[in-house]
């Protein structure tokens, strides 16, 4: 029989997942603990060693994906649960892991533990710690921004887009006044480039991440965040065309 653990900060939520697994598992899986809370959740692990945890992906104390982090080795699937559209979930996806989207449905659930059922063997899981990996690999990376005397360190993920002045720059973000910067657009496109950012224009630099539509018209141009039109030059329609399409 494999053992279980439930984390998920929703008493109801635990409770109705207690309940779907009773009565479509009571032969196959035995619910060991469970628990709102995501530290005592960890103490819970190192306890009953489980071979599938039922893990909620936002919680108040730390995510569930912060708590995989903290643990040295996993030596047990995970099947999340979430209610939201978290950013993680698209990784999720790619790697194939399991997760299950509240309401939970009876036939996923069932899918799901039924996979877990199948590999018995505990092993440590490939997937999942190549999934931690892959996110810690693409952490939130900050650039330096010379403006003036002072440097300041900024999330790339915050900026939109760059648009060149003379030997200067502007930058323009999500949620904090445009800066104007000493660094030309080749610098700073020397910089972003690894960043999902992409040369449109000879004067603008854009973040891929936040465009948000395509007007087709005269050479075409890129919708950012803010509706804000950024004209693509001629030359590099055909490379932004096939970025977007890729996005």
Do not use: W
Request: glycine residues 2%; proline residues 4%.
């Amino acid at each position: 029989m494999l053992k279980a653990i439930i984390i998920d900060d929703e008493q109801s939520c635990v409770e109705t997942l207690q309940l779907m697994l009773t009565k479509k598992f009571t032969a196959q899986v035995e619910i060991v603990a469970t628990t709102s809370t995501p530290s005592e959740g960890i103490a819970l692990i190192n306890e009953h060693e489980p071979d599938i945890l039922f893990l909620d992906v936002e919680m108040p104390e730390m995510t569930g994906i912060e708590l995989l982090q903290s643990l040295p080795h996993i030596h047990f699937n995970v099947i999340f649960t979430t209610a939201h559209q978290h950013y993680a979930l698209q990784a999720i996806k790619l790697n194939a892991l399991d997760y299950l989207t509240k309401p939970i449905s009876l036939d996923e659930l069932t899918v799901a533990v039924n996979k877990c059922i199948s590999k018995q063997k505990k092993e440590d899981n490939l997937l999942i710690n190549n999934f931690l990996h892959q996110l810690k690999s693409n952490a939130v990376k900050k650039i330096a921004i010379p403006t003036g005397t002072t440097t300041q360190f900024v999330p790339v993920n915050e900026i939109v887009r760059v648009e060149s002045a003379s030997n200067y720059s502007i930058i323009y973000f999500i949620n904090r006044p445009k800066q104007t910067v000493t660094k030309t657009l080749k610098d700073l496109e020397e910089q972003l480039t690894p960043h999902n950012f992409l040369r449109v224009h000879h004067s603008h630099l854009v973040n891929l991440d936040h465009v948000i539509g395509f007007k087709n018209q005269d050479s075409g141009y890129v919708i950012v965040h803010g509706n804000e039109v950024i004209e693509i030059s001629r030359r590099k329609k055909q490379e932004v065309m096939e970025r977007l399409n890729a996005i």
